[in-house]
Nanobody, 125 residues
Framework: QVQLVESGGGWVQPGGSLRLSCAAS????????MGWYRQAPGKQRELVAR???????NYADSVKGRFTISRDHAKNTVYLQMSSLKPEDTAVYYC???????????????????WGQGTQVTVSS
């Protein structure tokens, strides 16, 4: 079974830092673009940051200069280092990836926009 498993969320005071991790597991053949999205209560899910297989990155304007996305290709893992956190960063953060997998029968599948279960980040004093 293919999974994206996030970790690292929690509560932090304004100005603090957190590091999120997301590992793709299962019969992974390759991982293409990986990214982080977030959804605050009453708002639509929005892109936070994305990183390609060539480590090219792009960020939402609201997090530029504060968040850094990176990945470990060997571990099929993506990270989000969040610094100078603000209350408006409070949201559920979701990992997203485009995955090429092989099932038990040997059939290959390409999943565009595969999602993790989400991890809560709360920034408050």
């Amino acid at each position: 079974q293919v999974q994206l498993v996030e970790s690292g969320g929690g509560w932090v005071q304004p100005g603090g830092s957190l590091r999120l991790s997301c590992a793709a597991s299962g019969s992974i053949v390759s991982v293409n673009v990986m990214g982080w999205y977030r959804q605050a209560p009453g708002k639509q899910r929005e892109l936070v940051a994305r990183i390609t297989t060539a480590d090219s990155t792009n960020y939402a304007d609201s997090v530029k200069g504060r968040f850094t996305i990176s990945r470990d290709h060997a571990k099929n893992t993506v990270y989000l280092q969040m610094s100078s956190l603000k209350p408006e960063d409070t949201a559920v953060y979701y990992c997203n990836a485009d995955l090429f997998v092989r099932d038990d029968s040997g059939t290959y599948h390409y999943y565009n926009d595969y999602w993790g279960q989400g991890t809560q980040v709360t920034v408050s004093s």
